[in-house]
């Protein structure tokens, strides 16, 4: 008899213990974890519904917990396995301008960063459009336009980045224009103008007084000996305001149409008229072709 009574007495033990550990927790808390286990497969559900197949995994994840019902963690669990083969994944690939593999390449997708590195692991994306950047010190970024659809596992996307285009070269800052050159043919016929306007005053002054004095003294019986002085000065007089007039003009037109720049080979043609004893006379001169 007493051999019989300690597999009884074990019995007893169980049956009383399991209710004491199941009742461990408060049924406040039982009941509001059902409640987010339930949540959570409806929030998976109507992501997935939505083709957010990361964000619906996530949720699934979380309603296949173990603290979750057994029937939630049963549907949830299902859901999972149809969630991985249904989601697309993509592998990247860069190259140099060499054709030589690349891992030190950033890759944004629509704005954030989906990889630092390339690594060759599989990243896996909802089905859709995507918009990716590779980023590579060592040379100009390259976007891509993709679409993925769902169930595309590991599809490849490869990428070669191009040489740097070479340096623009510097252009010099522009100089200074040089200053106009001074040529010696206006100067020197500024001076011959000078020198016959100062003769032309003298011999028209000395011509005044002497006619005067021919005025006062034998007008109008003066010989011809006497009078002849007179018209020489005056032709004189006049040759040189001529070639003081012509000198200054040639002048005047040489130093306007000097070149503005000092290496052109200066212009000497050249147009003037001056007054001449009976009449005037017109001077045109250039080089010869």
């Not at 009383?16 to 461990?24: C, E, F, I, R």
């Not at 669990?77 to 390449?105: F, H, M, N, Q, Y």
């Not at 011999?203 to 018209?231: F, G, Q, W």
């Amino acid at each position: 008899m007493r051999l019989l009574q300690a597999p009884l007495c074990l019995l007893a033990f169980a049956f009383v213990a399991s209710p004491g550990a199941a009742a461990a927790a408060p049924p406040e808390d039982l009941a509001a974890q059902k409640q987010a286990c339930a949540d959570a497969s409806e929030q998976g559900q109507e992501l997935r519904d939505q083709g957010k197949l990361l964000a619906a995994r996530e949720r699934f994840l979380a309603c296949a917990a173990e603290a979750c019902p057994p029937i939630v963690r049963k549907d949830c669990a299902g859901w999972l396995d149809d969630l991985d083969e249904r989601t697309p994944s993509i592998v990247l690939d860069a190259r140099d301008p060499a054709g030589k593999d690349l891992t030190d390449v950033r890759v944004l997708e629509g704005g954030r960063v989906l990889a630092a590195s390339l690594d060759g692991k599989a990243i896996a994306l909802d089905p859709g459009e995507h918009h990716l950047r590779y980023e590579w010190s060592g040379a100009p970024a390259i976007e891509e336009h993709v679409v993925l659809r769902e169930g595309e596992r590991r599809r490849r996307l490869t990428v070669r980045f191009a040489a740097p285009a070479p340096p623009a070269p510097e252009i010099p800052a522009p100089l200074a224009p040089p200053p106009r050159p001074l040529p010696l043919a206006p100067l020197v016929l500024g001076g011959v103008a000078l020198a016959g306007g100062a003769a032309f005053a003298g011999l028209a002054a000395s011509a005044k007084a002497d006619y005067d004095d021919l005025d006062a003294t034998c007008a109008p019986r003066c010989t011809s000996d006497v009078i002849e002085p007179v018209r020489t000065k005056l032709i004189l007089a006049n040759v040189s305001l001529g070639v003081s007039v012509v000198s200054l003009g040639v002048a005047t037109f040489l130093w306007f149409d000097r070149p503005a720049d000092p290496r052109a080979k200066p212009r000497t043609t050249a147009f003037a008229v001056a007054p001449l004893p009976g009449g005037a006379a017109a001077f045109f001169g250039g080089p010869l072709p």
